[in-house]
């Protein structure tokens, strides 16, 4: 299960910093960030929320690693 959680917070990490990069530069005309900010606009303009459920992932993974034996 520890490895599920793992990857659900490097997915979600990839995302986040993704997220955050279009946002910074919907502003200057990049193509890509255009298109990723067009399709979700509220996690371009708050990336924290994708920071805080990669916190809780990262919590989840930590908190299943620490059961095995």
Excluded: K
Aim: glycine share 14%; hydrophobic share 50%; net charge neutral.
């Amino acid at each position: 299960m520890s490895t599920i959680a793992l990857g659900l917070t490097i997915i979600l990490a990839v995302a986040t910093v993704s997220f955050y990069v279009a946002g910074s530069l919907y502003g200057y005309g990049s193509p890509w960030a255009r298109d990723v900010c067009g399709l979700s606009q509220d996690l371009c303009d708050n990336p924290g929320w994708g920071a805080i459920a990669t916190g809780v992932a990262a919590l989840v993974y930590f908190g299943l690693r620490s059961f095995r034996y």
